[in-house]
């Protein structure tokens, strides 16, 4: 296994990888759960597992800096400004 990432723009990079894969694979999930104003509760279980993968591959200092869940807002919600919700 590869040290852990130490360094905070690799750090987000693989969150944003992590969080491009949750789109890639959950698309229909996600504007669900935008649409319905319920997104954190519908991919709940995959964002977990997204933010457990990132934990295991950074190192604790990084993980405290809540990159993985700027890169989830970013990724997944930011990016889905057109989807038509009342959260907006």
């Given at each position: 296994?590869?040290?852990?990432?130490?360094?905070?723009?690799?750090?987000?990079?693989?969150?944003?990888?992590?969080?491009?894969d949750?789109?890639?694979?959950?698309?229909?999930?996600?504007?669900?759960?935008?649409?319905?104003?319920?997104?954190?509760?519908?991919?709940?279980?995959?964002?977990?597992e997204?933010?457990?993968?990132?934990?295991s591959?950074?190192?604790?200092?990084?993980?405290?800096?809540?990159i993985?869940?700027?890169?989830?807002?970013?990724?997944?919600v930011?990016?889905?400004?057109?989807?038509?919700?009342?959260?907006?």
């Amino acid at each position: 296994m590869p040290d852990p990432i130490d360094n905070p723009k690799r750090a987000r990079q693989l969150a944003r990888a992590i969080a491009s894969d949750l789109t890639l694979y959950h698309e229909a999930k996600i504007l669900e759960g935008i649409g319905s104003d319920s997104l954190f509760e519908v991919m709940s279980e995959e964002i977990e597992e997204g933010r457990e993968h990132f934990k295991s591959r950074v190192t604790p200092e990084i993980y405290e800096q809540n990159i993985y869940d700027r890169a989830i807002v970013d990724v997944l919600v930011k990016s889905k400004g057109h989807v038509k919700s009342s959260i907006w």
